[in-house]
């Protein structure tokens, strides 16, 4: 071996050549996953986009850094499937960008956290999480629900996601500001072209508790309540939801 070596040392093109195969074995492991990429992502047809509101939410969500204390992403181990419920899959992230799948847990995992609690108990623990849970160590958030929420710049938003990949019509595009306004004002005309756009299971209400306004508490709480909720597939059993596939299954 030294003396094979020695031999390519003196020859520079040879070295070279050398250094290059070498170095790109360590690539190709990384690129090869990639090209299974269709057979690892499931297909979720009924994948359901984010409302414009969902998405201020999210917005909200990233600002005010609950993804430093919180992930979104449950492992496939058995301890954390009875905590939180069915792993998360590939596919849940597909509208995700930026991920927020988190690599800390001061608090719990929430990306199964839609339809947990109710809106009500989702603003009293924001406004002072010791009032529902006495032994929290979460930061109070109160402010959200006095701060009117800033709607005027969701269409860019939408076109923006757009550009990445996901899949907003020019309807939706435009409409981006009436149908935040509409999703928590079920009474007002906007609400209407919410669902036809967003589809059926779209919840439309009031999710701060003060109809007279949108404040960014209805922005967070929409989209604390449709975490894990925008597709069925983990939740029937044939994707493998409760435990991980086992090796005949495969
Ligand atoms: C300093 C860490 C920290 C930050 C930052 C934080 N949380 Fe928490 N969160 C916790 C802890 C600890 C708990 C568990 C105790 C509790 O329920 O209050 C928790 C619980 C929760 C729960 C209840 C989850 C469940 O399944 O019971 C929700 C929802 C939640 N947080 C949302 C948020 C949101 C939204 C933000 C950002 C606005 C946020 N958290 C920021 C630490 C944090």
Known sequence: MPEIHRKLERNSIAFLAAILVVSS????????PLFTIDQTVEKAP?????????LAGRDIYIREGCYACHSQMIRTLRDEVERYGPYSLAVESKYDH??????????????????????AWHVAHLINPRAVVPESV???YGWLAANALTIDGL????????????????????????????????DADASTGVKERYGEAT???DFDGNPGELTEMDA?????????????????????????PTVAEK
């Open 155 to 186: 269409s860019l938003n939408l076109a923006a996601q757009r550009k990445v990949g996901v899949p907003y019509t020019d309807a939706m595009v435009k409409n981006a500001t009436a149908d935040a306004y509409g999703q928590a004002a079920p």
């Open 25 to 32: 074995i360590g690539g190709f492991i990384e690129i090869a």
């Open 138 to 140: 979460m930061p109070r």
């Open 203 to 205: 919840n439309v209400r």
């Open 46 to 54: 009924d994948m359901r986009l984010y409302t414009p509101l969902e």
């Open 98 to 119: 930026p991920m927020l799948w988190g690599s800390k847990r001061t608090g719990p995992d929430i990306a199964r956290l839609g339809g947990k609690y109710s809106d």
């Open 220 to 244: 967070l709480v929409a989209y604390l309540q449709i975490l894990g909720r925008q597709t069925d597939i983990p939740y029937k059993p044939a994707a493998g939801a409760t435990q991980p």
